[in-house]
């Protein structure tokens, strides 16, 4: 079978991430492009962990085993330059890399996944699970106090998955748990989520955060434990979230800027993630799929359009998919673009 245009186009993106960012090991790929030795510093443990799910969205699209390899030497790498270990101090942090675990395992049916992803489950409960505000999962294990959405809905996620895998009821008690409480503290009556509460001890909502990547992972967790209860309520919610985000957060048929520091380039590229589960989720005849359709084919096509290239036709993303990217580029941006060309792929070929 021959590949689709968008086949092809997330295919220069996976390409375009090793062109520009692509390092000697240990470091594996430089932070920046171009970049400086200074550039490299910082380990960006989360970032790697998206880097195993793009690669592995190109396994699952193309069953090309290079893609599958790369993954394979991802982990690896992440686990290496973390000093032979599974764990840092941010909950959200390892839940990503669970998450990504999991599909590993999920992929090469490789017990030895399974069994990081479950020690990485363990350790964020035993450190980070409370009843401060409500039972939910704090940020980091420094401030136990402060509880937040990017670190309960990728547990949620994960937990629903954990449920689905093993069967055990605990893992969906998490999941619902850490949901209902970030639909109880941080979500507005329209549905837009908020990132977090009592960051100094304060009990003040951090409302001036608006990211998309909150959207995404609450979207996600819904349609999971949807999955697993059948509890009609949540693709509603999903939607419901979905739609205010567009109307929140999009100008000019794309995101708007979300900062420049690097972790704010990954945040669009998990919401469009997490859209491609409500969407295959949905029936095609379900009132809100011309809008979210409609969305990641104009979003997408107006990157493509403004992307950077070089000679050879690699593509440099920036933050602004309206503009061509100028300076320096974070590869977090790189990563962003991936997960919205396969989105746009996986949609096509449905």
């Known amino acids: 079978m021959s590949k689709t245009q968008w086949a092809l186009r997330a295919d220069v993106l996976q390409n375009s991430l090793d062109d520009y960012f692509s390092a000697p090991q240990p470091q594996y790929l430089h932070n920046r492009y171009p970049h400086t030795k200074e550039d490299d510093a910082l380990f960006n443990y989360w970032w790697l962990a998206h880097v195993i799910d ?3 969205d190109a396994y ?14 991802t982990h690896d790498n992440l686990i290496a330059r973390n000093h032979g270990s599974l764990f840092n101090d941010y909950f959200d942090d390892m839940l990503w890399f669970a998450l990504a675990d999991l599909r590993l395992y999920e992929a090469t049916s490789q017990r030895s996944y399974l069994q990081e992803v479950l020690r990485l489950w363990d350790h964020t409960i035993e450190n980070g699970w409370n009843d401060i505000l409500g039972p939910s999962l704090s940020w980091r294990k420094q401030q136990p106090y402060y509880k937040n959405t990017p670190a309960n809905a990728p547990l949620s996620i994960l937990g629903a998955r954990l449920h689905r895998i093993t069967g ?11 949901f209902d409480w970030i639909t109880d503290t941080l979500v507005r009556s329209d549905g837009f989520v908020g990132d977090g509460i009592n960051r100094h001890q304060d009990l003040v909502k951090d409302d001036q955060w608006n990211f998309t990547y909150n959207q995404g992972t609450y979207i996600g967790a819904a349609i999971e434990i949807a999955d697993c209860t059948n509890d009609p309520g949540l693709p509603q919610l999903a939607i419901r979230t979905a739609k205010v985000t567009l109307q929140e957060l999009v100008r000019d048929g794309v995101f708007v800027v979300e900062g420049e520091n690097g972790d704010e380039g990954l945040f669009k590229g998990i ?5 491609g589960l409500l969407i295959d989720h949905l029936s095609p005849e379900s009132h809100a799929m011309p809008e979210l ?5 104009g979003s997408t096509d107006r990157m493509w359009e403004h992307a950077r290239r070089n000679s050879d036709g690699a593509l440099l993303l920036g933050n602004d998919w309206n503009a061509p990217s100028q300076g320096q580029q ?3 941006t790189e990563l962003s673009g ?4 396969e989105l746009r792929s996986h949609v096509e070929t449905d």
């Open 271 to 275: 919401f469009y993630r997490y859209l």
């Open 330 to 332: 974070y590869y977090s």
């Open 293 to 297: 359709i409609s969305f990641i084919v």
């Open 338 to 341: 991936i997960m919205a060309a």
């Open 54 to 56: 793009c690669r592995l």
């Open 60 to 73: 699952q699209r193309s069953h090309d085993a290079h893609r599958l390899r790369q993954a394979t030497q």
């Open 168 to 178: 055990e009821q605990r893992y969906l008690d998490y999941s619902r748990a850490a």
